[in-house]
Every structure is written in C-alpha cells, then in structure tokens.
C-alpha cells in the first residue's frame, strides 16, 4: 500500500537507495553479530564505528 505518489524517476531513486542500505547491512551483519557475542578489537570496533557513521549521515 502506497501512503504518497511518487514520480516514477523519485520512485526509482528511493528504491535503488533502500537496496544500497539493505546490501550494506547484509554485508556487515556478520560483523555486528560478532561485536554482540565478543568484545570487538581495535580493528571491528572501527569497522562497525564507520557503518554507524555513515547510517548516521545518509
């Protein structure tokens, strides 16, 4: 169910955003897993830092 109408290009553009999104959390669902069973290191604590960033500012 639609709540708005978006022109067909607007619709296009949103669509290909939210796959850009779902692509980077299957990507780093294994990371994020891990940092919740074990303490991440210096390396997966910045890893996961940089996805919470820019989740931050898209």
Do not use: G, W
């Not at 296009?12 to 955003?17: A, R």
């Amino acid at each position: 169910m639609r709540l708005f109408k978006l022109d067909e290009a607007a619709r296009i553009k949103v669509e290909h955003e939210i796959s850009r999104i779902d692509k980077l959390f299957r990507d780093v669902m294994p990371l994020l897993n891990l940092c919740k069973i074990k303490e991440p290191d210096i390396i997966e604590m910045t890893a996961a830092a940089q996805v919470l960033h820019f989740l931050n500012y898209s």
